[in-house]
């Protein structure tokens, strides 16, 4: 029986989550977590569609898998998560060697799926219904979310990710998220209430709730309707617990009450993620944004009035669809102006059967959408230096992820190593201590900044 398994994950957040809550219903299913491919009786993908670049490392990964597969037929291979979704017959035409299909809304099913594998025929596939192929409830219901009422226990950890919401019903034009993560649905309080005092009890110190765009969040199953305000107010009373974050926000969302809540609830970090993708009207409109880039300004206004200090982060696209340099210039200027901690910055991919790929043509060439990403990439590095370089003189809460990236490249052994963690803004600080301190809260000192790492150390 296969009993050693390999997950790869690819694309954001929510898969992250997803891949920790199949690990840890897998092991209860008593299954082991293999630490590579090669050492795994079970390989699967939970993968990405948000960008095509993503796509096709899976599909090169699984093109190198052919040969592991011939010579151990016995391996089992599964592709979960979005590209499951949408593309199941492109995986198999590609990969025939893929014996599991798994959408993003059935991977609780992945355990029981394994078993049959194992027991021959096949391949196996388990996905949701199409958003057209009925009643929007038909199509929610087929979307099972495994950590809702019985989430899967999770080893304890200083940090944690708690779904709030599954789905999206923003409909952007270039985003795939609504067709193959389904209809928006929002977990109830209770149940999220219940997930974090566990969590809380083990140790956490952290949550991060999420949802695609979380500041949507409405849970009427107790008769009237919790706004994620509500839900921060419940969260903020849970005992051990320190800091709540949530993302992503949509910014034609972001409430006076959520923004008072994020001021007058101690626990709620003052961290912002709300991606504005672009800094022209002609442009936010062809994406079906649902505002201007005036409304945009005018709420990171709202935001700095109501919680000052608070670090607010946007992601943008560059190159969609007819974006003029006059259009891109539009958004250098909200980038220079809105002094986001950080950005992250996409090139337009336009993924088929998005209303963006149908619409309109994916007009501006690979080199102008590459410089434009390089430009604004830099101008945010200089707004982040700036915004960073007040912090140096300062001290600053921290929780201890572990050992740094370049402690880790460079191999570092020995109690005494450089660590990183992130301060309630979600400042990334770099300090040597012991590692001991790991998931701990720390006062760091900080005597240097870059663009997006703070050096300090500890006080
Ligand atoms: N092309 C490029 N970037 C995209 N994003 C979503 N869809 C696309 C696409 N088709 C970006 C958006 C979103 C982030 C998660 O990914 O900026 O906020
Ligand atoms: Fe995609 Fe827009 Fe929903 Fe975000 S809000 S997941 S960009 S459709």
Redo the contacts with the bound molecule.
């Keep these: 029986m296969p009993r050693r398994v390999y997950i790869e994950t690819l694309g954001c957040q929510m898969n992250v989550l997803d891949s920790e809550l199949l690990a840890a219903a897998l092991q209860e299913a008593g299954f082991e977590l293999a630490g590579a491919r090669r050492a795994a009786d079970v390989v699967l993908f939970n993968t990405c569609s948000v960008r095509q670049h993503a796509e096709d490392k899976v599909y090169s990964a699984l093109g190198r898998l052919k040969h592991l597969k011939d010579q151990r037929p016995g391996t089992i291979i599964g592709v979960l998560g979005c590209m499951a979704q949408k593309d199941c017959e492109r995986i198999f035409r590609r990969a025939p060697h893929v014996d599991l299909v798994v959408g993003p809304g059935q991977i609780s099913r992945v355990p029981e799926l394994i078993e049959r594998a194992a027991g021959g025929g096949g391949p196996h596939v388990a996905l949701s219904a199409d958003r057209s192929s009925g009643s929007r409830a038909e199509v929610a219901a087929s979307f099972a979310r495994a950590d809702f009422a019985a989430p899967p226990s999770r080893p304890a950890a200083p940090q944690a990710m708690v779904r709030a919401m599954f789905g999206?019903d923003?409909?952007?034009t270039?985003?795939v998220?609504?067709s193959v993560r389904g209809p928006e649905q929002c977990r109830p309080a209770r149940e999220i209430v219940a997930e974090v005092r566990r969590l809380a009890a083990g140790g956490c110190l952290e949550v991060t709730l999420l949802g695609?765009?979380v500041n949507q969040y409405a849970d009427t199953s107790e008769g009237t309707t919790l706004q994620l305000s509500d839900l921060l107010g419940r969260l903020n009373e849970i005992s051990g617990l320190r800091r709540i974050r949530f993302v992503?926000n949509?910014p034609k969302s972001m409430s006076d009450d959520l923004l008072a809540a994020v001021r007058d609830l101690d626990k709620v970090c003052p961290y912002l993620h709300v991606?504005a993708?672009s800094g022209s009207d002609a442009v936010l409109a062809r994406m079906k944004?649902g505002y201007t880039a005036g409304f945009y300004r005018d709420m990171l206004r709202r935001i700095a009035e109501t919680v000052p200090g608070a670090a607010a982060t946007s992601d943008f696209i560059v190159g969609f669809c007819g974006e003029t340099e006059a259009d891109f210039e539009q958004t250098v200027d909200l980038v220079r102006k809105g002094r986001f901690k950080n950005s992250f910055i996409f090139k337009y991919s336009p993924r088929p059967g998005t209303p963006a790929a149908e619409r309109y043509a994916d007009d501006v060439p690979e080199e102008v959408k590459r410089r434009r990403n390089n430009e604004l990439l830099a101008v945010q590095n200089a707004v982040s230096l700036e915004a960073n370089k007040r912090f140096v003189g300062r001290r600053v809460e921290v929780l201890v992820e572990g050992p740094s990236k370049t402690a880790r490249k460079r191999g570092q052994t020995g109690p005494l190593r450089q660590l990183s963690g992130r301060t309630a803004c979600d400042r990334i600080v770099v300090f040597d201590g012991p590692t001991a301190l790991a998931g701990q809260l720390v006062e760091v000192m900080i005597e240097r900044a870059e663009p997006v790492t703070l050096f300090g150390r500890l006080y």
């Design positions: 999206c923003n409909f952007c270039y985003c998220v609504p695609q765009a992503t949509h991606p993708q944004r």
